[in-house]
């Protein structure tokens, strides 16, 4: 039976102690590829090694915290990455602030461990996120169920409103939030200036707002437009 290679992972903290402690830490399972100190470098470093798992600092100079960081990285991995061979993400941090963990995870990375954590735990966190899997430590994972949580309880919410509407009532909605007049939605929709009447008068008394100008801010507070 073939032994599998070991994953790929770069370190990216601004620590050389850290790295090099770590580096000698993590079992034979993880081969480190290349190590970063700032976002420039790591950019560079992983566009150069494609690695399997970034252990990111989510606090970098020259960055903006945590979701500087992650951001920044965060969208370098969805360039460099496909569907077959994808670069994720896994923090790793002094920081246990749920501000922190949250913004990271909004931005891309796959989970958040913190520096106590061993040479073991970091190992096998690697393979799971490199399989795909989120990974949290024990008391962090509380902080991503609570806002995920939340986000999803809004998102079901502006789903059961939406439904109140038409698929058409739903277009004209969202072109009315958008400033049109009625008759570019008109021409927009290749329907008369009445029917948009129509459409709109139904859409703002299913929703009970009273004008144009709440349509809007009503959209634009659910990130529709």
Known sequence: MTEAAPLRVVIVDDHSIFRSGLRADLDSSVHVVGEAADVGSAIAVISSERPDVVLLDVHLPGDDGADGAADALGGEAVILGSA???????????????????????????????KGSSGADVSRAVHAVAGG???????????????????????????????????????????IARGYSYKEVAQELYISVKTVETHVSSVLRKLQLSSRHELTAWASERRLL
């Open 84 to 114: 077959e061979t994808p670069t994720r993400f896994l923090a790793l941090s002094v920081s246990d602030a749920a501000a922190d963990v949250v913004r990271v995870i909004r931005a891309g990375a796959r989970g958040y461990i913190t």
């Open 133 to 175: 899997d989120a990974v949290f430590s024990p008391r962090l994972a509380g902080f991503v169920l609570d806002a995920f949580g939340a986000a999803a309880g809004e998102t079901a919410a502006v789903d059961d409103e939406l439904d109140r509407l038409s698929g058409r009532e739903q277009e004209v909605m969202r072109l």
